[in-house]
């Protein structure tokens, strides 16, 4: 028993110790990188660490912030609750951190938040889409948490303006999975923006996540002949939708959001179809190539959509420090709320749910190669 | 003083009496539920119909796909079943394994394409129609071993315990197949896209040739009139017509020409209603699923009828130990029958890959179950019922997500076995003794 407490005591030392250290040192500036890099998703991980490292250390080479440097500490979070929570109360009680980038996934990105809003601190998470990483369950903003990517009913409002604007479509039909989220919040949004713009939605018909078979949606909508089908789901539904409505003879347009942005996507299926995402390597602005080839030349890889928003995450947190000209979280958290941001994703400016409003690159997938069309704002 | 026993008895069998009445009751009300809601139904589809003939029966010809994937599941169901009362749930994923071999056989070694190794000059429709040919075999090769070997070493040493012993082992088989097909090195969990071995073609109006529409229905009414000529010999008392009656080729010609002279009538002749125009269409995926299929099952009924396997299987079927006594290897004779079982399903596993050109590791698993509720339908342990259930189930279905409610298509599928087991607990075709397999 003595032995235990004897044991105890010391970590207790071991813990308090450096962030006794830590607070006395006012010369960095410390980030904190939150991401999961083991499991399932540790690709996604990996992205979001080397863009947002990549941003800090060319900030780090002009000059850093504020005329500080700045340290940063990345931490394994998981993509879960708990180690999400865990690293979350490392980096801030022990390394004395006031700012995080991450997490990636809304799971642990939420639980993140809350210690985050409990202990005065600032985040800001470079892709989490659900609303609540952002909100109070009272509808209150939290006070210093943002998000770097658009949320996902966002693209269902821009992929119906594109499609009225761009493609001419005066009606659509939307398939979707009624008990997904995500793909429920980009069909629901592109309905309104549709109807709104004065398009009329002729099929609206739901399936399940099992579902293989799409014949007799399909046939229902051969019946109605619209212009536009849109279909919000992920790559692995698209495929099979696609390649059905192709062989129904349905030549509509297809159009679909990020969920299609992967190397499995079936391009014969959905060829001649475009899709909402949150940046193309392929997009001519300035930013985007100079971003792209730094990248490349850093980590000899084309960056992806999580290295690009992890990468915009980092330059919005040291540009609201810059702007806010001190290093207390709250003030840089007001900093950001009346600022616009000229990021490689886009100009952002955020809402009062600190959401980014920004545009999103529109791609379109033609003789079995992805290429960038278009950047719509909303 | 107590009441006397016989008082006793007569209060408890007024009870009882009072309980059936109750029942009875309960069980009318019920009925009188399910007629209501089938006639509501009925009038939701008749007036859809009315409506667009055109678009229903459009609904119907994709049912028939759909359907006739699910019969080579509902094969394998219920032959096992018939034989030893083992509902194996492992079944679907036998499915799944026999789309993955096609997948790796086609897209990695290009065998669908092997004829033109030999010979490079072949026509490029025969090099197809042998390599499709050689994959639908070969995946059928790997899944019936899979299937004997589920059988030896999961199956086999439970037979003497409890049924619910191997049932419980067909759900950790099916289990351990699908996880195990999880795993990175062998098919990871990701979706993927299927190579077909043919390219697609949609037949519409006008692509067909008038030759093999007119064939369709040539082959029909020949075999339909030997039917009937046969049926009425042997009226008469003609032993050999008797038998000829049900000879495969002649079931053979009934069923490919009835369905086929249908569909290619229905895809490639310009019909016209009332002023609409009947825009119906169907692929040679579709073509070439009821075509095996329904080939398929005619070599599966003339296994079990007209071979000494057969005879052996339905002499186990009908008990188990007398057959054993009469010199039948009744082991030897369950292992055929798994292996037939999963031949046929690796051979819907590979026909549902090219339908929906994907694969992955859990495709088995709702196709396994909607066949499984195919089979009941149709009666567990019949063959011809396994071919009925799983039309109507496949017509359920469409029709459902067609014109009742698409998020509620799995509800009513699997509510039809409900039904069908509250009307006819045999299901359709029941089970005619000696028929069993």
């Known amino acids: 028993m003595r032995k ?31 991401a999961p890099l083991s499991g399932d998703v540790a690709t996604f991980g990996e992205s979001t660490r080397d863009g947002a490292l990549l941003a800090i250390k060319e900030r780090n080479a002009a000059g850093g912030v504020l005329g500080r440097q700045i340290e940063t500490t990345v931490e394994d979070s998981q993509c879960s609750a708990e180690a999400a929570v865990s690293a979350g109360n490392k980096v801030i009680d022990q390394d004395g951190v006031s700012y995080i980038i991450g997490e990636v996934c809304s799971s642990a990105s939420i639980p993140l938040s809350e210690i985050v809003e409990a202990k005065g601190v600032f985040q800001i998470s470079p892709t989490s889409t659900n609303p609540s990483v952002t909100i109070n369950e009272d509808g209150s903003t939290k006070s210093a948490v943002f998000r770097a990517c658009f949320i996902d009913p966002f693209q269902g409002t821009v992929a119906a303006k594109f499609a009225q604007e761009q493609l001419g479509a005066k009606t659509a039909a939307v398939l979707l999975d009624q008990g997904n989220d995500y793909v429920r919040g980009l069909a629901e949004f592109f309905k309104e923006a549709f109807e709104a713009g004065g398009g009329e939605v002729v099929v609206w018909e739901t399936y399940t996540g099992e579902d293989q078979d799409f014949s007799a949606i399909l046939t229902k909508v051969k019946a109605a002949n619209p212009d536009l089908l849109y279909l919000p789901d992920y790559y692995s539904t698209v495929n099979l939708i696609g390649a059905q409505a192709k062989e129904k003879g349905i030549e509509a347009i297809m159009m679909g959001g990020d969920g299609w942005d992967s190397p499995d996507l079936d391009t014969s299926a959905v060829e001649g179809g475009y899709f909402t995402n949150h940046y193309s390597a392929d997009d001519p602005r300035p930013e985007v190539q100079n971003f792209v080839a730094t990248y490349k030349e850093e980590y000899g890889a084309t960056p992806d959509a ?9 330059n919005i947190l040291m540009d609201g420090m810059e702007e806010a000209g001190n290093d207390d979280p709250m003030a840089v958290a007001k900093a950001i709320e009346g600022m616009t941001f000229d990021v490689v994703s886009g100009s952002i400016a955020y809402d009062e749910h600190h959401n980014p409003v920004k545009s999103a690159a529109i791609l379109q997938v033609e003789n079995g190669k992805i290429s960038f069309i278009d950047s719509i704002a909303p | 003083m107590g009441k006397s026993a016989r008082e006793l008895a007569r209060a408890a069998r007024v009870d009882i009496a009072l309980d059936r009445r109750d029942g009875v009751v309960l069980n009318r009300l019920a009925q009188g539920l399910f007629a209501l809601l089938g006639l509501g139904v009925m009038y939701v589809l008749a007036q859809a119909f009315a409506e667009s003939p055109a678009i229903f029966v459009q609904q119907m010809l994709n049912g028939l796909q759909l359907g006739f994937i699910y019969a080579l599941i509902a094969l394998g169901y219920t032959m096992i079943y018939g034989i030893v009362k083992l509902i194996n749930f492992a079944h679907g994923d036998v499915f799944m394994v026999g789309a993955f071999t096609s997948f790796y056989v086609i897209s990695g070694l290009d065998l669908h394409r092997w004829p033109a190794w030999l010979w490079a000059g072949l026509p490029e429709g025969v090099v197809i129609l042998i390599g499709t040919i050689t994959v639908i075999l070969l995946s059928m090769v790997v899944s019936a071993f899979l299937a004997m070997a589920m059988e030896r070493f999961a199956y086999r040493p439970l037979r003497n315990k409890p049924r619910i012993a191997a049932l419980i082992t067909a759900i950790g088989v099916s289990f351990f197949l699908e996880y195990f097909g999880a795993l990175p090195f062998v098919y990871s969990n990701n979706y993927i896209t299927y190579t077909r071995p043919f390219e697609v073609t949609v037949y519409t109006a006008g692509s067909i040739s008038p030759w093999a529409i007119g064939g369709a229905w040539g082959l029909f009414l020949l075999s339909l009139a030997g039917y009937l000529l046969l049926k009425w010999r042997s009226r008469q008392g003609d032993l050999r017509a008797q038998s000829w009656i049900r000879h495969p080729l002649l079931q053979l010609g009934l069923l490919l020409g009835g369905f086929f002279s249908v569909v290619l009538t229905l895809a490639g002749v310009q019909i016209e209603t009332g002023g609409e125009i009947w825009d119906l269409s169907a692929s040679n995926v579709t073509l070439v699923i009821m075509g095996s299929s329904i080939i398929l099952q005619v070599i599966l009924q003339y296994v079990v009828n007209r071979t000494k396997l057969g005879k052996a299987m339905r002499a186990a079927a009908y008990d188990k130990d007398a057959a054993r006594l009469m010199g039948i290897n009744v082991d030897r004779v369950i292992a055929a029958t798994f292996a037939l079982g999963g031949g046929l399903a690796g051979a819907g596993g590979v026909l549902y890959a090219t339908a929906f050109k994907q694969v992955h590791h859990l495709m088995g698993i709702i196709p396994g179950l909607k066949a499984f509720v195919a089979a009941v339908v149709g009666g567990i342990g019949s063959i011809p019922g396994a071919l009925v259930g799983s039309l109507i189930m496949g017509q359920t279905e469409v029709l459902a997500a067609g014109f009742i409610s698409t998020p509620m298509r799995d509800a009513i599928a699997f509510s039809l076995l409900i039904v069908v087991l509250l009307v006819w607990p045999q299901g359709i075709f029941g089970e005619p003794p000696g028929e069993k397999v």
């Open chain 1, 306 to 314: 999580l290295a690009t928003l992890a990468y915009d995450a980092a």
């Open chain 1, 4 to 34: 235990r407490f004897l044991i105890l005591a010391v970590l207790l030392t071991l813990v308090i110790l450096p962030a006794c250290g830590g607070s006395g040192n006012e010369e960095a500036l410390k980030i904190a990188i939150l």
